[in-house]
């Protein structure tokens, strides 16, 4: 007995783990900037485990665009969740490892439109059945 099926619910499960990438983007900053926060840190200005709450969100969206993007009756969603996923996973990776510098606020965008996509994709473009939901 499946808990949750994923196939018909990738599209909530990624809107709201979008939605939560975002609080957590937004927060972080907020956050940190408090001293207390930064004393019990050690002055490092983040936890370990924050910092990994990012990968999580990603690894969660990752499952949940691949589920959206192979049920979707309309290819363009498809395409635009992959490119949005990616450049979201390209600008926190980058983040990880600063590669090049980005401003800061460059994540808002991939992650707010993942989660319209999301939205989008559940209300306009889901198959009823199994056949239908090739990509086109």
Do not use: Q
Not at 44 to 56: F, M, Y
Not at 59 to 71: C, E, F, P, Q, Y
Not at 83 to 106: D, F, Q, R, V, Y
Request: hydrophobic share 50%; net charge positive.
């Amino acid at each position: 007995m499946k808990i949750i099926n994923i196939s018909s619910r990738s599209d909530l499960i990624g809107a709201l783990a979008s939605s939560f990438c975002l609080i957590h983007c937004v927060a972080t900053p907020l956050l940190f900037t408090f001293p207390i926060v930064n004393s019990a840190n050690n002055n490092h200005g983040h936890n370990l485990w924050w910092g990994i709450l990012d990968l999580v969100f990603l690894g969660i969206s990752l499952l949940a665009v691949n589920k959206s993007a192979t049920h979707t009756t309309k290819s363009w969603v498809g395409y635009a969740l992959w490119g949005t996923w990616g450049s979201l996973a390209l600008i926190i990776l980058n983040e990880k490892i600063s590669l090049i510098p980005i401003w800061e606020e460059a994540i808002y965008l991939p992650a707010i439109a993942l989660v319209f996509l999301h939205i989008y994709n559940r209300k306009y473009c889901r198959c009823g059945n199994e056949k239908c939901c090739a990509v086109k």
